[in-house]
C-alpha cells in the first residue's frame, strides 16, 4: 500500500499565525511546519476556492454547500499555477473542529465521511478501506479513495487520492493530495518527499 497522503493532526483552533520562508510554510500558533519542492509553488486560499468553482459533483446542492462552508485551508502545495487544464498535483492541510465528532476512533470517522465523498465524485470507488495507522508518530486511520474529476470545460480525468489519516488530539488538521492515477504529470513519490519535511508541535 502507499504510504499515506491525507492527514490530519490535532491541534488548538486559534487564529492562524503562519509565514512561508522561501519554500518552508511555518505555523507556530498549531504548531506545523511543511517544506515544498522548489519547482512547486503555495497557492493562496482564494486560488483554491476558484478550482473548487470549476470542479463539477455529482450533487450541484453538494457542492453549492461546500463553496458555502469552505473555510481558508492552512496551506496549499500545487505542482503548477492555476488554472490548469489537466488535474493538477497538489497537497492542502485544513485545521478543523471535532465537534460532534468527538469520542469516534479516526477509522470510524472516515466511515462518517465515506457517503458524503460517494456522492460528490464521479465513478467514486473505495481503493482502501479504512484503517487504523500511525503517522507521526500519532494514532491516526486512512482510506484511499479513486473517482473521475470533472472539470468545468468538461475535461475529465482519472483521480485517485491517497490514503486519508486522522490523528486523535481534540482538534485536527485534515490534509488531503490529489494526483492522477497513472501519474502522468505528478508522482506519489514526491507527495511522499514532501510529507517527509512536516514536522508536528515544534
Not at 479504512?130 to 468538461?154: C, R
Not at 486523535?168 to 485534515?174: A, D, E, K, N, S
Amino acid at each position: 500500500m502507499k504510504r499515506t497522503i491525507f492527514f490530519a493532526i490535532c491541534a488548538f483552533m486559534v487564529q492562524q499565525l503562519e509565514a512561508v520562508d522561501g519554500d518552508t510554510f511555518k505555523s507556530q500558533t498549531v504548531g506545523f511546519e511543511i517544506t515544498k519542492p522548489k519547482n512547486w509553488r503555495f497557492a493562496s486560499a482564494q486560488e483554491n476556492l476558484e478550482n473548487i468553482k470549476r470542479t463539477e459533483l455529482s450533487d450541484e446542492n453538494l457542492k453549492k454547500l461546500i463553496l458555502k462552508s469552505a473555510a481558508a485551508p492552512l496551506v496549499v502545495i500545487t505542482k503548477f499555477t492555476e488554472p490548469y487544464d489537466d488535474l493538477n498535483p497538489s497537497l492542502k492541510v485544513s485545521i478543523k473542529p471535532y465537534g460532534t465528532l468527538k469520542g469516534k476512533t479516526p477509522a470510524q470517522i472516515l466511515d462518517l465521511i465515506l457517503p458524503t465523498l460517494s456522492k460528490a465524485f464521479k465513478d467514486f470507488a473505495l481503493a482502501d478501506e479504512p484503517a487504523e495507522v500511525e503517522m507521526f508518530g500519532i494514532k491516526s486511520a486512512h482510506m484511499g479513495i479513486e473517482y473521475t474529476l470533472v472539470a468545468e470545460n468538461k475535461a475529465e480525468f482519472e483521480s485517485h487520492i491517497p490514503p486519508l489519516d486522522y490523528p486523535q488530539r481534540g482538534l485536527f488538521f485534515l490534509g488531503g493530495s490529489r494526483l492522477r492515477r497513472d501519474e502522468k504529470n505528478g508522482s506519489y513519490q514526491e507527495i511522499e518527499a514532501i510529507l517527509d519535511t512536516v514536522k508536528i508541535g515544534e
